[in-house]
Every structure is written in structure tokens, then in C-alpha cells.
């Protein structure tokens, strides 16, 4: 009986570990998609304000 227990809370242990997995990788994507749209606003924001014209991120000037 306790070997069946402990088994059955390894086994769900386990199912738990994978979630959290997931769920903490979905989370980091999420927040690194955010930081890069930010980023690039911030670039761009930057770049406006050291030059007094704006400059495409691509590096073309008009």
C-alpha cells in the first residue's frame, strides 16, 4: 500500500513537473516578446531624440 502511494505521487510529481515546465516557458516567450517590443520603441525613441530627425531602424537615412 505505501510503495502503490509513493508511487502514485512520484508519477504526479512528474505530471506537475511538466506543467510547470511548460507554463514557465510560455511565460519566458510572453516576456521576452514584450521586452522586444519595448526595446525597439525605446530604440526608436532614442534615436529621434540624439539625432533631432528620425532615423529608420533599418538604417536607411531619408
Known amino acids: 500500500m505505501f510503495l502503490k502511494t509513493l508511487y502514485d505521487s512520484y508519477n504526479l510529481l512528474k505530471i506537475l513537473d511538466f506543467f510547470i515546465d511548460t507554463i514557465e516557458k ?6 521576452a516578446e514584450c521586452f522586444k517590443r519595448e526595446y525597439a520603441v525605446l530604440v526608436r525613441t532614442l534615436v529621434i531624440n540624439s539625432s533631432g530627425r528620425h532615423i529608420p531602424i533599418s538604417g536607411r537615412t531619408r
Open 26 to 31: 510560455r511565460l519566458v516567450m510572453c516576456i
